[in-house]
């Protein structure tokens, strides 16, 4: 039972992840590079990392999206299979039209870092069925382009079937987060045939152990694997 | 050395999208002086040299069409 953390060209989150599930949830973990043809054959679920893949370039998350083993990642996806993509991951799943929408740049246009305060609608489901909906959690946010964007229907239907997962508490009057522009204030969704993809700008993984200030995230990290 | 057919990608966003970057450009300019630009709009210009499919191109990587026109134009 192996946790996949997929390695793109300058993802840089992938070492703080293996060793959450490894030191911390106590899970096998193994990188696996973005090149490979196939996920272990003992993959338990996939972990699509932090960072800045391919510089940024063209389009946040789009060129590693094309990678070899996105093909393999889309197929255990669509069979079910557990996938969380954090942040970059998370860009990475919207290139790769595993989830619905785009992350663009943040409405004031600066790189924003700091621990935030959110809700989660989607308690209780997929990857966050170890917290009660609606609870409120903070979690660690360092992005630039973390602005969820989708187009009124996919808003529609991602709101009437529950597929919000994850959303920041201080939105403006348009119903926008405040820390960043982001449509209904989604900080993450579900994706999946059974809620299984999770995608998400915040960081578990930077929460995960009480010395580095919370362990808010770590529950949906053990919930791959449960 | 061969040559290829000269192709030049043109990235726009589409019209309803926020442009933070445009924006931010305006701002600028505005501190700048130039007070009364009324919009400003940053693209994409992305010049390929190919005998390839272009159009494939753009839909294969380039353009994100949720938010990005195109248009091409061979050289």
Sequence with gaps: MTVAVIRFSASNCDRDTRYVFEHVVQAKCDFVWQDENELPADVRAVVLPGGFSFGDYLRAGAMAAHRPIMKAVKRFAEGGGPVMGICNGFQILCEAQILPGILMPNHHNRFVCSTVELKTPGGGLGALKNYAPDETIKLPIAHHDGRYYANDDDLMRLTRDQMIALTYVDKDEHNNAKVNGSALGIAGIFGGPTRNVLGLMPHPERRSELCLGGTDGVRMLQSLLS | ?75
């Design chain 2, 1 to 75: 050395m061969t040559t290829a057919a000269k192709a030049r990608v043109l990235i726009t966003l589409r019209p309803d999208i926020l442009d933070v970057q445009g924006q931010t450009i305006q701002a600028s300019l505005k501190s700048l002086g130039f007070k009364s630009v009324k919009s400003i709009r940053v693209g994409k210009l992305i010049e390929i040299e190919s005998d390839e499919d272009v159009d494939a191109m753009t839909k294969a990587l380039l353009v994100n069409p949720i938010i990005e026109d195109f248009k091409v134009e061979v050289l």
